[in-house]
């Protein structure tokens, strides 16, 4: 028997768009042979991914083909199965996903080389498919020319299956490497006729694809659920936790209906692939169980942020009747826009979604609420509110809740909007006394109460916080990682000095003395210049501050500290006298990361700090700075155990870590 003669005839157009460039990732290109798996009525595909040797196997168990089949359908680029009554279904009556016939190309998207072995009816056949020769063969000055191309023979002695099509993918452009990992979720996600319900397995490395490896319904936490009740019955099997769920119409029109699933997630997060790569905010389309248009969200800018909630799939075979006009693209990719069925689609999508986030918006609110008041104490606080009052904090836990936080976060915002409700309150309860009369001191009374208990709420968190802060200075191992810190930090934080210095004042100030020590400076002699390392000044708490910094490595003694601060105590006096204000108090803090030479003299800690104690001067160690902040906020928290109502709400929702 003579070798089959195998031709494909097209241009070197068709094949750059239709082949080549149609698609750009494996996923893609592998659901085009998972669709001609269905359409040849296969119940069992497998797909294998060599890594090593950059190679796809893809095998089914349909009908196969013989070499006419091969020639009038396979090779053939356009051929239109549905136009054919004995073909538009399988034998098994599946309606074929398949319509322009050139699905085939997409392989060269990705593959170099096509090797196919089929075998029906006890036929067997092999082909070879190369993109080198196919190049060579139809190129030429004119790329729209359509020329034959002969696929080479191959032998058929290595087709080991009894009934089917293997397609081996070889020649690669891209690595699978990557792909290999994530193929599962991805094909899975292209497909809803994938599983026993449909007869249509599919393994990936022996592994078969299940309705989980979609990885959808699991993360919602309301659900829209549309089609007939047994396609809603098939949506609720797959749904393994307990959301909000919600049977809607499906009728768009005469002969348009709908079917699948919107829904909306806890948080945003959640839609957010680990790998950055195949994100979940999105609503596919698809039409005969496959994947038609990656997402019409795209289609819809109005809902704002809400969108980024929204997730789902629907189906709408209605656009591929075969009686009608084809919709798809091209590219196989999109939708023809300006379809009057398309637009109805949309419109019916659009006014969905809108409904869909009006509710969003009110179970959100309810949530917000029923989760903030299962703490007893925002429950006891909540009670003392008035009925106008508690619409207005139900709205505040609703917004909350609308953000989708995780659990820790959202508490912390939770006593964000507690404090910043109270301070709105008090704000409230002032504007009220402007109608009080002189003799009503009980309304002036609660006022201060509420104002106390504001303060010591706000100067709670702000301990807190500097604790936290301190934690991690003292995480820092090195002397010199703490003396560039403090170095950048300390002369805008002069807590960490002393606990009774808030915020500095007067930049202009300190800015005019720059020049007075200079002046200072100019003065000093090589060693003295040559061991300081950084002076700053500053006014706070009603008394001028200068801050000696060290290096940590420096040793230098009393005497030396003590000569320089009389210089810069001299040039700050000078300064104040001529601005008539020679009486305003100072101080001079020296900072440094070695003990003091004479430190080591008998009494000689004791000594050095009378000494400088006289010029209102005193020594601290890096070291010492930060154990001594600690212990000074430390003992706050611990005296303030009679805590006011706010700051117990505080409490319970971002509880202060024990140091």
């Not at 290109?29 to 796809?56: H, K």
């Not at 004995?86 to 090797?115: C, H, N, Q, W, Y």
């Not at 680990?274 to 169980?289: F, K, Q, S, V, Y």
């Not at 934690?471 to 403090?486: D, H, M, P, R, Y």
């Amino acid at each position: 028997m003579a070798d089959p003669v195998f031709e494909m005839s097209l241009s070197l157009n068709v094949l750059n768009h239709l082949g080549i460039n149609l698609y750009s990732n494996h996923p893609a290109v592998l659901s085009e042979t998972v669709a001609n798996a269905w359409d040849a009525d296969a119940t069992q595909i497998s797909i294998s991914l060599d890594v090593a040797n950059e190679s796809i196997v893809v095998q089914d168990n349909g009908i196969g083909m013989t070499v006419e089949d091969i020639n009038t359908r396979f090779l053939r680029v356009g051929y239109r199965r549905r136009e054919h009554k004995d073909t538009a279904t399988t034998p098994s009556g599946r309606a074929v996903m398949g319509r322009k016939g050139i699905g085939k190309l997409a392989l060269f998207s990705v593959a170099r080389e096509i090797l196919v072995e089929t075998i029906r009816d006890g036929e067997k056949s092999a082909l070879l498919m190369e993109l080198e020769e196919i190049n060579a063969r139809i190129g030429g000055d004119d790329p729209s020319t359509t020329r034959p191309y002969h696929p080479k023979v191959m032998p058929v002695d290595t087709i080991d299956f009894q009934q089917g099509t293997r397609i081996t993918l070889t020649g690669l452009k891209k690595s699978i490497n990557k792909t290999a990992p994530h193929l599962r979720r991805r094909l899975a996600r292209r497909f809803s006729v994938i599983g026993t319900q449909h007869n249509f397995a599919v393994t990936i490395g022996g592994e078969p694809l299940t309705v989980a490896d979609r990885d959808l319904t699991g993360k919602s936490q309301y659900i829209w659920i549309y089609g007939s009740p047994e396609q809603q019955s098939e949506i609720q099997s797959t749904i393994t936790h307990s959301p909000r769920t919600e049977i809607r119409a499906s009728v768009i029109g005469p002969g348009m209906t709908v079917s699948g699933w919107i829904g909306t997630a806890v948080d945003t997060a959640t839609l957010r692939d680990a790998t950055g790569e195949d994100h979940l905010n999105r609503l596919p389309l698809m039409i005969r169980g496959k994947l038609a248009q990656e997402d019409i969200l795209d289609s819809f800018n109005e809902v704002g942020i809400f969108k980024s909630y929204l997730f789902g799939e629907l189906h709408a075979d209605f656009l591929d009747e075969d009686d009608k006009d084809d919709i798809a693209t091209s590219s196989r990719q999109n939708i023809v826009q300006d379809d009057e069925r398309y637009r109805l689609l949309l419109e019916f999508i659009g006014s969905e979604i809108r409904r869909i986030k009006l509710l969003w918006t009110d179970y959100r609110n309810e949530e917000g609420v029923k989760t903030a008041l299962e703490v007893a104490e925002i429950k006891d606080w909540f009670n003392t509110l008035g009925k106008d009052t508690k619409k207005k904090a139900q709205r505040l836990f609703g917004k909350i809740n609308q953000l989708g936080l995780p659990e820790d976060d959202r508490n912390e915002v939770f006593a964000q909007g507690v404090l910043a409700f109270e301070i709105m309150r008090q704000k409230d309860n002032l504007d009220a006394l402007d109608s009080v009369s002189a003799q009503d001191m009980i309304s002036l009374g609660k006022v201060l109460n509420t104002s106390a208990d504001l303060e010591a709420a706000l100067y709670h968190k702000i301990v807190a916080s500097r604790l936290a802060i301190i934690e991690k200075l003292n995480q820092l191992v090195t002397a010199n990682q703490k003396e560039k810190f403090l170095q950048d930090h300390i002369f805008e934080h002069l807590w960490l000095l002393d606990p009774g210095w808030e915020r500095a004042s007067s930049p202009t100030m300190e800015q005019s003395m720059q020049k007075a020590f200079k002046e200072v400076e100019g003065k000093l002699t090589k060693p003295e210049r040559e061991s300081r390392y950084d002076i700053r000044y500053q006014k706070t708490s009603g008394q001028h501050v200068i801050i000696e910094l060290k290096r940590a490595g420096v040793i230098t003694d009393t005497d030396s500290l003590s000569a320089q601060v009389k210089k810069y105590r001299k040039a700050l006096t000078l300064w104040l006298e001529n601005q008539n204000r020679g009486d305003e108090p100072h101080a001079v803090i020296c900072v440094v990361g070695r003990e003091l030479r004479d430190w080591s003299d008998p009494n000689g800690r004791r000594e050095s700090a009378d000494q400088l104690h006289a010029i209102n001067t005193r020594v601290v160690m890096y070291d010492e700075l930060l154990v001594n902040a600690r212990n000074s906020y430390e003992d706050f928290l611990k005296e303030s155990e009679g805590i006011g109502r706010v700051q117990k709400i505080l409490n319970a929702l971002v509880p202060v870590v024990d140091n």
